[in-house]
């Protein structure tokens, strides 16, 4: 999946018919020349996830800073590193809402509120744990699903051994 297509999919995984009308991103040219683009992470499962600012100064063209300011990622680079410098190089998975319905769904989970988080946490089951192996191992899941899916079986393994 390409950067564009994983914003696609994080923005409409936010969309909720509240967050679209007070949140957002914006995407915008600089005059040095480059790039810039600013995400609002409030009310997402980003906003509180760490992330350590950075910066590569390479070349007068070449170059990008990042950083969280004030719950919004900050992304700037040259002129053709747009894609690089928006997270590109970032291979983590996030627990989207789409996945989260998507394995609610599949596995007959316990619908959340809206404002629920830490959705492995309060899903987390450990009579379950090995029929999520098995769903794991045999079902057709995309990375996201099956990053969800391991997060869910952790905890629920950490949930058998707190009630041990």
């Not at 760490?50 to 390479?58: C, M, T, W």
């Not at 969280?68 to 997270?87: D, R, S």
């Not at 629920?116 to 987390?124: G, I, L, M, V």
Request: aromatic share 12%; charged share 25%; hydrophobic share 35%.
């Amino acid at each position: 999946m390409d950067l564009i297509q994983w914003l696609e999919e994080w923005y409409l995984s936010q969309c909720d018919g509240d967050w679209e009308h007070c949140y957002g991103l914006k995407i915008s040219t600089l005059d040095n020349p480059g790039w810039s683009v600013k995400i609002n992470l409030r009310e997402t499962m980003l906003e509180n996830k760490p992330f350590e600012s950075l910066v590569k100064e390479r070349t007068e063209h070449d170059w990008i800073h990042c950083r969280l300011k004030e719950g919004y990622f900050e992304g700037f680079g040259g002129p053709k590193n747009l894609v690089e410098n928006q997270l590109s190089d970032n291979k983590e998975f996030f627990i989207t809402r789409q996945v989260i319905e998507s394995l609610t769904h599949k596995l007959s989970l316990s619908e959340l509120g809206k404002y629920s988080q830490d959705w492995e946490y309060e899903s987390a089951d450990s009579s379950r744990v090995n029929e999520f192996v098995s769903f794991y191992e045999s079902a057709e899941l995309n990375q996201s699903e099956k990053f969800a899916l391991m997060s869910l079986i952790i905890s629920s393994f950490d949930d058998a051994s707190c009630t041990l």
